[in-house]
């Protein structure tokens, strides 16, 4: 079964540099989840997407913004990268309507040097 | 604002024992509760998705029960395996439309061969 594909796996920057991570959903899933995990934490919810429209946000930073596009594809894209940006970040689908189970993929280690 | 509490933090056990970790929810107005397994560095899996308008659902050696007015879910793992070594979390989104999860602190876990 096809699963939540983020890209890419690893990720290594600079402070200031910007970074872009990507998410394809599961086929039909029509809203989208980021979450950042630092080191030792649990997942905090970043921002989430339905219908390519922003439908909650969370502990989102100025320096990050996030989109969805047509084809139901997220990506985050971050900018002024800090040492503290380093994390494992994941993005999740869901399909509105169903039994609201969330799918997580693999996720993105971002490494901030 | 959805506080999810999970004991024990850590807990170690030899094969074979039969376990039971605990999650705790203060705003029992949830859609669902979804228990996770992550293994170091990676991604998270879905377990068991439990409906707020059922007890308990059960997968193989696993079985997750739910009680709303307690605002409690447990997960019981059954004759326990060193391929059960994770960390355990649990998570309920808030009853709304889009449903972002909010994660306990998680449980690690580690079975002695």
């Known amino acids: 079964a096809a699963g939540v594909i983020q890209s890419p796996r690893h990720l290594i920057k600079e402070k200031r540099e910007t970074a872009t991570l990507k998410c394809y959903p599961i086929?039909?899933?029509?809203?989208v989840y980021w979450y950042q995990q630092g080191p030792g934490q649990d997942p905090q919810f970043l921002i989430s997407?339905?219908?390519?429209?922003?439908?909650d946000k969370g502990s989102i930073p100025d320096r990050f913004s996030a989109q969805q596009f047509s084809d139901y594809h997220s990506e985050l894209n971050m900018s002024s990268l800090e040492l503290g940006d380093s994390a494992l970040y994941f993005c999740?689908?869901?399909?509105?309507?169903?039994?609201?189970?969330?799918?997580f993929g693999e996720g993105s280690r971002l490494t901030v040097l | 604002k959805q506080e999810v509490t999970q004991i024990p933090a850590a807990l170690s056990v030899p094969e074979g024992e039969n376990l039971v970790l605990n999650c705790s929810f203060t705003?029992?107005?949830?859609?669902?509760l979804q228990w996770f397994r992550q293994d170091p560095g990676k991604g998270l899996t879905s377990l068991l998705l439990?409906?707020?308008?059922?007890r308990e659902q059960t997968s193989g050696r696993l079985n997750a029960s739910l009680d709303k007015s307690s605002g409690r879910s447990t997960l019981y793992i059954a004759a326990s395996q060193p391929g059960d070594s994770a960390t355990y979390l649990c998570?309920?989104?808030?009853?709304?439309?889009?449903?972002?999860?909010?994660f306990g602190t998680g449980t690690r876990l580690l079975v002695s061969p």
């Open positions: 998570a309920a989104p808030r009853n709304t439309g889009f449903q972002k999860l909010v």
């Open positions: 086929p039909r899933h029509d809203t």
């Open positions: 439990i409906q707020s308008s059922q």
């Open positions: 999740a689908s869901r399909e509105q309507g169903s039994t609201g189970e969330l799918f």
């Open positions: 705003d029992s107005a949830i859609y669902n």
């Open positions: 997407f339905y219908e390519k429209m922003q439908s």
